[in-house]
């Protein structure tokens, strides 16, 4: 077939077959045509997805052959600064009877004088790209239009490794304006020059061979790393001799983030911030999570107590055996014994049976104690017997259970302010502290918004599969200046909110939440929302009465207002003074 369709190539003065050889290796559809709109060839994508064939095409005229499938609004051939623009989607239904979504992008051909002879229309099917070619020639214009209209990644480099291509898809991964790495050393974006993915790039250009479907990292211009799977061949000229290299890659933060949650493994990879403070606590996390040192977490609501006790964990020799989260504030009280160390038969009315408690379920591993500054005075003291010996009771028996594990636990309140009250044992809090780490709020490390924005949009688009929005300068400004009470945590929500109204290519103030888009007219920095300084309701009055009056302790605040304790928690969530 491609012998069939060369001479009609020459017929345009150029050579066409391996850019539609490029195309079907990508299972991308592409069709050519002359000045006349006469097609003169059209590759096996491009049959397959229109269920037509090559005798029904060649030297028909485009318009009459796909009638209803446009290439765009202004043909290339009379227009040609119209080149790259797309027409609207088209769905289309194959030979086999598949439904394909499909995008068409059109560009110019150019004969040797320069002169535009005919054009070449791509049909991009919205599926995977499966291969790549061993030999590209990187010279033309009209390619290079096309690359950068493909969503995948793409980068070209010199012999040196200069970049001197970079596609606008390679820019929405990267963050990197291409003016920003073109005649730069693709190790720029990577991290380094013995990067691995430097070095297979390089190997391809010194052996001409491809290296395909390698996982690896690349470094966006905030500093956060993105996991890709790419592609790395090497580029020759019409003679046949390497000029350059070429790499395509995906992100795969989609990936990592299901492997991710189906491990339950993390890594410094999953902790975003350059502030002095974070690379502190960044330092000493490497030091400690080798260890079997008992680790305390103290820090606001939000500010990621759960993902650093993830992290300790991943990152330490226990991390193949559970880790397993107690959260202390949201037990009941008569459950919460039983629920950590477990029970025996017959230990109470309805015990039918023996059942392990969670110091047991984390046997070999882990177990995170969140919010222990509420753990009853009575388990306390139990607790401590666990961390000296090694050892506990389970309910209603008669015999110690020995138990492996490695105690993080984590608080949103002082501990030490506790203990000096008399609500937390002074010799428990001093055997939880041999590491303590205190993680920042978010208005403490502002420096780290812009980097952390990003990460997170990029995080919450890929679940979707769409691509993220730019951010205007206005609402970025918004972002920068808002106090967040609710810390990481609330710019989660902040995000997922405006990406959720957002149905335009960039995010505006109006898309960000209303709270957050009132600016105080005297202070010129928006308005959080409520917080214990400013209650919205008589329930939270009479939550925060209780609290001062009981000192802060909200098992006695909850008897205090006749509920229970779990219903105080939750109550005290949703009114932000957590």
Not at 313 to 341: D, G, M, Y
Not at 415 to 437: Q, S, T
Not at 556 to 572: D, I, S
Request: net charge positive; aromatic share 6%.
């Amino acid at each position: 077939m491609k012998t069939a369709r060369r001479p009609s190539h020459h017929r345009l003065g150029i050579r066409c077959d391996h850019w539609l050889d490029f195309m079907d290796e990508l299972n991308i559809g592409a069709f050519v045509a002359d000045s006349r709109r006469r097609i003169t060839a059209i590759n096996l994508s491009a049959q397959a997805l229109l269920g037509l064939r090559e005798p029904e095409v060649i030297n028909q005229d485009c318009r009459e052959v796909f009638t209803g499938v446009p290439c765009t609004v202004s043909c290339v051939i009379h227009h040609p600064d119209t080149a790259g623009g797309q027409a609207p989607d088209l769905e289309v239904t194959d030979e086999e009877n598949q439904r394909h979504l499909i995008t068409r992008m059109a560009t110019p051909i150019y004969n040797s004088q320069g002169d535009i002879s005919g054009c070449m229309t791509i049909l991009q099917d919205h599926s995977p790209i499966t291969q790549l070619i061993d030999r590209l020639h990187y010279e033309e214009r009209s390619l290079k239009i096309i690359l950068n209209n493909l969503d995948v990644g793409i980068f070209t480099v010199n012999r040196g490794g200069l970049i001197n291509f970079f596609n606008r898809a390679a820019e929405t991964i990267s963050g990197y304006d291409r003016h920003q790495v073109l005649g730069q050393s693709c190790a720029m974006i990577f991290s380094g020059e013995r990067s691995p993915d430097v070095c297979l790039l390089k190997e391809s250009i010194a052996s001409g061979e491809t290296r395909s479907s390698r996982q690896g990292r690349m470094t966006d211009k905030d500093g956060v790393t993105i996991p890709i799977r790419a592609n790395y061949m090497a580029l020759k000229n019409e003679k046949n001799v390497i000029v350059g290299g070429l790499a395509t890659f995906h992100d795969m933060t989609l990936a990592h983030q299901l492997n991710r949650a189906i491990s339950d493994r993390y890594t410094f990879q999953d902790m975003i911030g350059k502030d002095p403070a974070m690379r502190k606590i960044f330092e000493m996390v490497s030091v400690v999570a080798p260890s079997d040192a008992t680790v305390l977490v103290e820090g606001a609501t939000g500010t990621g107590k759960d993902l650093l006790a993830k992290v300790i964990h991943s990152s330490s020799p226990r991390a193949t055996k559970p880790l397993v989260k107690v959260n202390c504030a949201a037990i009941p009280e008569n459950l919460i014994e039983s629920e950590i160390f477990g029970y025996v038969k017959g230990a109470f009315t309805g015990a039918e049976r023996d059942k392990p408690g969670r110091f047991s379920d984390a046997e070999g591993g882990t177990i995170f104690l969140d919010e222990i500054g509420d753990l009853p005075l009575p388990l306390q003291a139990k607790l401590l017997r666990v961390l000296e010996d090694r050892e506990f009771y389970p309910l209603g028996s008669r015999r110690t259970r020995k138990v492996d594990v490695r105690i993080i636990s984590a608080t949103n309140r002082q501990l030490k302010d506790l203990v000096d009250r008399r609500l937390f044992r002074e010799d428990l809090f001093y055997r939880l502290n041999v590491v303590r780490i205190e993680l920042p709020l978010l208005r403490e490390r502002r420096g780290d918004l812009p980097l952390l924005i990003r990460h997170i949009a990029r995080s919450l688009c890929a679940a979707k599969a769409v691509t993220p929005p730019a951010i205007s300068e206005t609402a970025m400004q918004i972002l920068l200046n808002y106090n967040y009470p609710g810390n990481v945590r609330e710019l989660e929500n902040i995000l997922e909110h405006a990406l959720i109204i957002c149905r335009e290519a960039i995010i505006q103030p109006d898309h960000l939440p209303d709270y957050v888009r009132h600016v105080q007219k005297n202070g010129g920095s928006p308005k959080p929302a409520a917080t214990p300084a400013e209650p919205h309701s008589r329930e939270c009055q009479r939550i925060l009465a209780a609290l001062e009056k009981t000192g802060g302790h909200r098992h006695k605040a909850a008897q205090e207002l006749g509920v229970e304790r779990t219903t105080l928690w939750r109550k005290m969530k949703k009114y932000g003074i957590l």
